[in-house]
């Protein structure tokens, strides 16, 4: 069991893992899978009593991070805006001039992140400053 969902708890996000070479693509940011052909999964939903999931549920600290939690929060902030910003994506030929709207490449949002890593590895502080 991967997870589960309840009336405190009603949604949940399940990463898959093990894709065969040429199934998936690499993302931007490094951490999670943008497949550029589909993938194939297969979930299965069983509804249960709450004490019966409660022992099926492994036990949430068994799995320690190595990673810090503000590490790990701007590894998610950055994959959320990339996945944002990426839902917008227009190539140059689909778009039409409004002097009104400005457009970033994704290219500038993933040098902006490279720097932001970069800064984080030799001083996880530097954004106090």
Same mark, same amino acid.
């Given at each position: 069991m991967l997870g589960?969902?309840?009336n405190e708890k009603p949604s949940a996000i399940f990463k898959i893992s093990g894709l065969k070479a040429g199934e998936g693509g690499a993302h931007p940011?490094?951490?999670m899978g943008v497949p550029q052909a589909?993938?194939?999964a297969q979930v299965g939903v069983s509804?249960? /009593?709450l004490d019966l999931l409660a022992q099926q549920t492994p036990v949430?600290?068994?799995a320690v991070s190595s990673v810090d939690s503000f590490t790990q929060f701007t590894q998610k902030m950055l994959e959320s805006l990339y996945n944002f910003t990426s839902s917008f994506a227009l190539s140059q030929s689909q778009m039409t001039p409004n002097p009104s709207e400005m457009f970033v490449?994704?290219? /500038?949002i993933l040098k902006w992140y490279e720097n932001?890593?970069?800064r984080m590895m030799q001083n996880p502080n530097f954004w106090k400053t």
């Open positions: 589960f969902i309840t940011f490094g951490m589909p993938s194939v509804i249960e /009593s949430s600290t068994s490449p994704a290219s /500038s932001f890593q970069r």
